[in-house]
């Protein structure tokens, strides 16, 4: 039996279903958090052969402990992920250090996680990036700004999301980001892009090929998102556009991706744009190492009449999976703020789309800065019909 190393299984609350499939498929799955036990979800205490609770994940010394102790107790680690951006580094840190060989080590980090390095591995397969600058201070800032204009987007090369991201339109707002900056972190400056974020969104098996693809497609910027505090709106494509289906793959084997979930996120322009392309093609934006986050991949399930934890599962398990797309809808995400005036009440909704709705609640006051506070996920077999959805949703009074 193989030994698996979830860190963080109960964050966020759907990744419980990772462990679910990985015990149906044979695995030992042991599970390290700063959860007491008893808070646990039932469904992820019956998934688990073992847990280990630390008083923090951000103590790296109590995880590396909590791995030697469940090595200790359960043999060799074959596995060790969380699927979680925010612990990409973590895991291959402990990885490295338990001689874990089955991810990403941390050798391997710069390429993954560092917004300039990764358009050096976008280039390398043919995809054209945006012109980029480190800052380091005034003057070189507005040397790059001379040769690509006003507006730019300035945000941590190492980051996660689109926290600390801005949009900067003039010197004046130039120089109070730079007087507001956080210390100690390295910013990518980029020329600004015109257009809308699609994604590829695949998981790969031990060959590097892939056994699942799909994608989705974010007409409103995050970064906007965040820091206007509107509504949040995405969807899962009904069928993958096959330049999408190409540039993933090139970029996938640029990259190396071998056994992993994956989220890569390119500009469809909007505009023709002197150097990129021109309007509606494809360029690079970032690589994430993990499932698209949030409520993602149960949105993918429900698009695709699939089961993406068992993909998963089963590439970990059997490097294959025998789990196909079925019928296949859009499926349309809708993120409503509070304090909005809107049109439509949740039950007047609920009456209009209840045969249509999946999911609908509240969102986690830690992710609710990228996706709204009441959330609806619904499926709809045309485009027509999705957008129709989306104005009912969102228009206010």
């Not at 979830?6 to 044979?26: H, M, Q, V």
């Not at 390429?111 to 050096?120: D, G, V």
């Not at 494509?237 to 056994?259: C, H, M, N, Q, Y």
Request: hydrophobic fraction near 40%.
């Amino acid at each position: 039996m193989k030994n698996f190393i979830f860190i963080s299984p109960n964050f966020p609350t759907n990744y419980w279903l990772f462990c679910r499939e990985l015990k149906a498929d044979g695995m030992n799955v042991l599970g390290i958090g700063d959860e007491p036990y008893d808070q646990l979800s039932q469904g992820l205490k019956d998934s688990l052969t073992e847990y280990y609770k630390v008083d923090s994940l951000e103590n790296y010394d109590a995880v590396y402990r909590a791995v030697a102790f469940l090595i200790f107790k359960h043999g060799p680690i074959d596995w060790l992920e969380s699927n979680n951006e925010y612990w990409l580094e973590r895991d291959a840190k402990l990885r490295t250090a338990f001689h874990i060989t089955s991810g990403f080590q941390v050798d391997d980090i710069p390429r993954i996680k560092y917004k300039s390095r990764m358009k050096e591995y976008y280039r390398k397969a043919g995809i054209p990036v945006a012109r980029y600058h480190l800052v380091e201070g005034l003057e070189d800032s507005k040397e790059f700004i001379a040769q690509v204009g006003y507006p730019v987007v300035v945000k941590p090369d190492n980051g996660v999301g689109a926290s600390d991201t801005h949009a900067l339109h003039n010197e004046e707002e130039l120089v109070r980001f730079l007087e507001q900056k956080q210390p100690g972190v390295t910013y990518i400056m980029e020329e600004f892009v015109y257009a809308e974020v699609n994604s590829y969104d695949a998981i790969y098996d031990a060959q590097g090929e892939p056994m699942f693809e799909t994608g989705n497609v974010t007409p409103m910027s995050i970064m906007d998102i965040v820091n206007d505090n509107d509504n949040s709106i995405y969807y899962i494509l009904k069928e993958l556009p096959d330049d999408t289906r190409a540039i993933g793959r090139a970029a996938a084997k640029s990259f190396g991706v071998k056994s992993r979930f994956i989220h890569f996120e390119f500009f469809r322009l909007t505009q023709d744009q002197e150097g990129l392309g021109k309007k509606g093609q494809l360029v690079g934006l970032e690589v994430n190492m993990r499932p698209c986050g949030g409520f993602t991949p149960d949105m993918i399930n429900f698009a695709h009449s699939t089961n993406v934890y068992k993909i998963w599962a089963d590439m970990v398990a059997f490097n294959g999976s025998e789990l196909k797309k079925n019928v296949q809808y859009y499926c349309a995400y809708a993120g409503r703020r509070e304090g909005k005036n809107f049109v439509y009440s949740h039950e007047e909704l609920m009456a209009k789309y209840g045969a249509c709705m999946k999911m609908a609640g509240e969102i986690p006051q830690v992710l609710s800065a990228a996706m709204g506070n009441h959330m609806y996920v619904a499926v709809f077999p045309t485009q027509e019909e999705m957008e129709q959805f989306y104005q009912d949703m969102l228009i206010c009074k």
